[in-house]
């Protein structure tokens, strides 16, 4: 865009500057041929100098060569001026078209950044983000003292639905429960795919019994959908690890939801289990 403003202002400026530039030249022409008429005038009636007469003539040279060139200088200025007034509708497309270059640019430019942030078959975070994002939740819990709660999801035997149904119908499955926890949570909620048939939820200031209530809460609804492609029609459910307290890093806080993730792949899956972090102790 710099280059097209510069572009423009060059060319208003020179449309700006001819008229007066040619205002000038009219003036100063006409001060020249005053000149030159009134100076054999002056000669004649001022005091005897006693000089050559041939001063006369090289004067009135002179002044004939300035007009001259003063007329060569404005017929410069005024080629320019209508070459500058042609080139104006050129101009104007000119930057049209960078414009519509840059816009196209920007828009790439967020596309890319969207695919480098979002999980590609879910629309999710993917997992770079969604484990930057807990770090920075991590670090607010610990310098404001907030509570912090994190649920780890894996579907029940996503394998046999793999195997029985095809991998097609495995990632209509995924799509359906990432649109079932992008709809059920917060605004400032973040949840995300952890990976493979894994997801994260981040729930920043909920507590550990309002994180175990809202785990219980997704569970429930996950396995009364019914996902449905064709004749196929398939139920599946999900176990549920919950994390919740002040942690004091973020791999802390994943290890305990990935522990609890396991209590209830051991309890008979689709059931929440959780665990409580405590503050770390103060010193001293």
Not at 3 to 31: D, H, I
Not at 54 to 66: E, H, K, R, T, Y
Not at 202 to 230: M, T, Y
Request: net charge positive; with cysteine; glycine share 8%.
């Amino acid at each position: 865009m710099y280059k097209v403003n510069t572009f423009a202002r060059e060319g208003y400026a020179l449309q700006k500057m001819a008229p007066k530039v040619g205002g000038k030249l009219r003036s100063l022409w006409w001060g020249l041929a005053a000149a030159c008429l009134a100076a054999p005038v002056c000669r004649a009636e001022g005091p005897s100098l006693q000089q050559p007469h041939n001063w006369d003539w090289a004067l009135v040279s002179l002044v004939a060569a300035l007009l001259v060139v003063l007329a060569l200088a404005r017929r410069r200025i005024h080629r320019l001026a209508v070459q500058n007034r042609q080139g104006e509708p050129a101009v104007r497309r000119r930057i049209e078209d960078l414009e519509r270059e840059n816009a196209g640019l920007m828009g790439a430019a967020e596309k890319m950044r969207h695919f480098a942030e979002h999980d590609d078959l879910t629309g999710l975070w993917n997992r770079r983000v969604i484990v930057e994002r807990l770090r920075q939740e991590v670090d607010r819990s610990r310098r404001d003292g907030t509570l912090l709660s994190v649920i780890l999801v894996d579907l029940d035997r996503f394998k046999e639905v793999n195997d029985n149904f095809g991998h097609l119908f495995g990632d209509l499955v995924l799509k359906a429960v990432a649109a079932i926890f992008q709809h059920s949570v917060r605004t400032y909620d973040w949840v995300g795919r952890y990976g493979g048939e894994e997801f994260l939820l981040i729930l920043p200031g909920s507590s550990f019994a309002n994180a175990r209530l809202r785990a219980e809460q997704f569970r429930k609804v996950v396995e009364a959908a019914r996902i449905v492609d064709g004749v196929a029609e398939v139920q599946v459910t999900a176990s549920f690890g919950v994390a919740s307290g002040f942690p004091s890093n973020c791999e802390g806080l994943l290890l305990a939801a990935d522990k609890a993730l396991y209590a209830a792949k051991d309890n008979g899956r689709n059931c929440v289990m959780a665990r409580e972090i405590e503050p770390p102790a103060k010193k001293g």
